[in-house]
């Protein structure tokens, strides 16, 4: 018996060693359970991450100019924990470029260490890593030209963005799900869920979800990146915030802030150079659903500052305290003075529970100079209904932290304001706000948890 047993063990390690021998010759490697990510300087390199890998990102990590990282759809990055410079991050540089194709079925996941994809996390627990930036070659309102990421070391020359190249190209961003970040890179200084800072417009940025951020959802500093279909949900601050001469396009947008936090739905600033303005900042936003923490508090729909301008069309907004803040000075160029040449337009949108349902003060001018401003703000007050907006029911169902968006009410099918003419990237569509008749975020987490319906 014993020597069945002695013989029985010699086959076992017999076949197991012949195993072993034919995985060298096919280059076969057991991974390790967990693959840490670090960054000594020289970046990940050019390099493809795949869906079933348990990848780990530990710091600040690059991808350097010349290199290109491609993740497949379904794969699911975490971040360690971690605040300043020990707060862990993906940063694109410019030259560099990430190709991230999710699918609806299949989307690409960014998260932190502690989130098992089944409910360890809260959908309100923010702050846990720092966040996605893309960092590019597009123009940029600051007096050289370029710029530095707020929160990274000015020592770190990869964190510089900005140039000429309007068609700069970063990659692809698509079907992605940002969830819990927003943490400080440096003192005071949160990361945004995803920053597009000086990125082209070659760059494709489609189906994006960020939830649970403890800054702005999407914050983009200058650049001519265009943006489709985003849900932004649950950020600490504001929702969109656009900065130093962005020009670009941004359709089908949804935001809705938590009933106890979040600043503006969104902000839209001008830039460094104020006196030459070029470029200010002229976003076109259409097709935006936004829904604010409550009509009864004191934040606003939209400001306007430093000389920015814009369109903000087919939108509808509610539950916010205040409607549309326009800087203003008489002593140089502002956001009104964008209003008044034609620069600045919000057109077309409705508002419901917003500044009580009254266009009186609607339009607020804060004039830096304590200038006064009555006579201006009459002019914009006739402006509202003059641009076609208006104070209606959209018909959708808000309680608590259920968000029904979908209607179909007329309203929302009446009044359609025209594209942009030449504007090439917009869709048009018979309806105002994000979803129409068909939601498509319904690959979300936002979706999936109940939150938007």
């Not at 530990?58 to 497949?72: K, S, W």
Request: with cysteine.
């Amino acid at each position: 018996m014993n020597l069945n047993r002695q013989y029985i063990s010699i086959v076992l390690l017999s076949v197991v060693l012949l195993s072993l021998h034919s995985c060298r010759k096919s280059n076969f490697r057991v991974e390790p359970s967990e693959i840490v990510i670090s960054d000594n300087g020289a970046g990940i390199g050019t390099t493809t991450w795949v869906k079933g890998k348990n990848y780990l990102l530990q710091g600040r990590v690059f991808v350097n100019d010349g290199q290109v990282l491609t993740i497949e759809p379904g794969a699911v990055i975490r971040f360690a924990p971690g605040q300043g410079a020990a707060a862990s991050a993906l940063i694109v540089a410019r030259g560099g470029k990430i190709i991230a194709q999710g699918t609806a079925v299949d989307p690409i996941i960014f998260t932190a260490e502690a989130d098992d994809l089944n409910g360890s996390l809260s959908i309100e627990e923010f702050g846990l890593w720092g966040g996605i930036i893309l960092l590019g070659d597009a123009p940029v309102n600051t007096p050289s030209g370029e710029n530095h990421v707020d929160g990274i070391p000015l020592s770190e020359p990869r964190a510089v963005y900005g140039g000429n190249n309007e068609n700069d190209d970063s990659g692809i961003l698509k079907y992605v799900s940002i969830r819990h970040a927003g943490t400080e890179l440096s003192a005071d200084n949160e990361i945004n869920s995803l920053t597009l800072a000086g990125v082209g417009r070659k760059t494709i940025i489609e189906n994006i979800e960020v939830i649970a951020n403890a800054d702005d959802g999407i914050e983009i500093f200058g650049g001519t990146v265009n943006l489709k279909r985003l849900i932004i949900t649950y950020s600490e601050d504001d929702g969109l915030d656009v900065d130093l001469g962005y020009q670009g396009s941004i359709q089908f947008v949804c935001i809705i802030q938590h009933p106890n936090f979040g600043d503006k739905l969104l902000e839209i600033d001008g830039g460094e150079e104020i006196k030459t303005a070029h470029p200010y900042s002229l976003p076109i936003i259409y097709n935006l659903t936004a829904v604010g923490r409550g009509h009864d508090l004191y934040n606003n729909c939209v400001t306007f500052w430093d000389n920015a301008g814009g369109t903000i069309a087919n939108s509808i907004f509610l539950n916010q305290g205040y409607g549309v803040e326009l800087e203003f000075s008489r002593a140089r160029h502002s956001s009104y003075t964008q209003w008044e040449i034609g620069n600045l337009n919000i057109n077309n949108n409705i508002f419901y529970n917003v500044n009580n349902n009254q266009t009186e003060s609607f339009f607020k001018l804060l004039a830096l100079n304590d200038e006064n401003v009555d006579a201006e703000e009459a002019l914009m007050q006739e402006y509202f209904h003059d641009a076609g907006n208006r104070f209606a029911d959209p018909g959708f169902e808000v309680s608590g932290n259920k968000h029904f968006l979908i209607s179909d009410s007329p309203v929302l099918k009446e009044n359609i304001a025209p594209l942009p003419e030449g504007n090439t990237f917009l869709e048009e569509v018979p309806f105002k706000g994000a979803f129409g008749a068909y939601n498509w975020a319904a690959w979300t987490l936002s979706y999936q948890s109940g939150l938007l319906n």
